[in-house]
């Protein structure tokens, strides 16, 4: 058997059953999609009519894996992130929401040398005046001037034609930041089980997204079984799962892991391995 192993999981499948042993150590990276064709304006236009048919988007269980993925990864790759949520002053639709959160993402990578994020789409359940309105949870690597970014959210938001229920209703909870310790793993899995894994709103927009360089972040690698034996010894495997065929023949095997100072270090190929990949890119 082979193992496919991301930071606390690790599954182990059998080869004569899918057929397929990879080429690669690592994978998960946007660096490794075939390229696809250029655009066209007649397909652009085709995309465009087709997205106007779309039926309304949520994040399937393997988006919210890869979010999950991605998100970890991230944290990774650098000491402090940002926990960004924003809200709107009125009644938006999915359309004007994404459009000004696009506007908004447009502007913060002009004015910084090195802006990476993962961004989520959220439906507001505690808010009975707005009920329903979508609102987005960043998690970026940089550091907000609270103030000068909240009046700029607020001012944005105006001069697209959504104006607050009365005129001085400027929240100060519309820009909401926290500060985030990558360090500390389950902190970041707490905000991804919470503002991801358990979102199963639908939306007529985009419902998440990340930067190019979080895009090419490898989240997985390959390995043989020794490598989990390890984490057997440790006494850090959480759960374990068994999926087996018809014919009663386990071809998956599931570890979850418990991520902590002393199983971490065992990751270290796949931190290399990104580390490598953004010193590359400054």
């Known amino acids: 058997m082979i193992v496919k ?17 990879p080429k690669r150590e690592f994978t998960g990276s946007a660096l490794d999609r075939k390229k696809q064709e250029p655009i066209t304006k007649l397909n652009a236009k085709k995309k465009e009519s087709k997205d106007k048919e779309r039926k309304e988007r949520s994040l399937s269980p393997r988006s919210k894996q890869k979010i999950r993925k991605k998100i970890t990864c991230f944290a990774r790759c650098y000491k402090r992130l940002s926990f960004v949520t924003l809200t709107f002053l009125n009644k938006v639709s999915d359309e004007q929401a994404i459009n000004l959160l ?20 959220e439906r507001q359940t505690k808010n009975d005046v707005f009920e329903g309105n979508v609102h987005f949870h ?32 400027k929240p100060s909870s519309a820009f909401d930041v926290k500060q985030l310790n990558s360090k500390n793993i389950r902190s970041i899995a707490s905000y ?18 990340c930067s190019k360089r979080v895009s090419e972040l490898y989240t997985d690698f390959y390995t043989t079984e020794e490598y989990t034996d390890q ?4 006494g850090a495997v959480l759960k374990e799962m068994e999926v087996k065929d ?37």
């Open 102 to 121: 696009r506007k908004f993402v447009d502007n913060a990578k002009k004015r910084s040398e090195d802006f990476q994020y993962v961004w989520v789409a």
């Open 138 to 169: 960043m998690i970026t690597n940089k550091y907000w001037k609270i103030e000068k970014w909240w009046n700029y959210w607020i001012d944005l938001q105006l001069k697209n034609g959504i104006k607050p229920r009365d005129e001085d209703y």
């Open 192 to 209: 991804v089980t919470k503002y991801v894994t358990k979102n199963n709103a639908k939306f007529k927009c985009q419902v998440w997204n």
């Open 231 to 234: 984490f057997k010894r440790m």
């Open 5 to 21: 192993n991301t930071y606390g999981i690790s599954v182990a499948f059998s080869t004569k059953q899918y057929g397929v042993i």
């Open 246 to 282: 018809h014919c009663n023949r386990t071809f998956l095997k599931v570890k979850m892991i418990n991520l902590n100072r002393n199983t971490l270090p065992l990751y270290k190929r796949l931190d290399d391995k990104n580390n490598e990949l953004l010193k590359y890119h400054n």
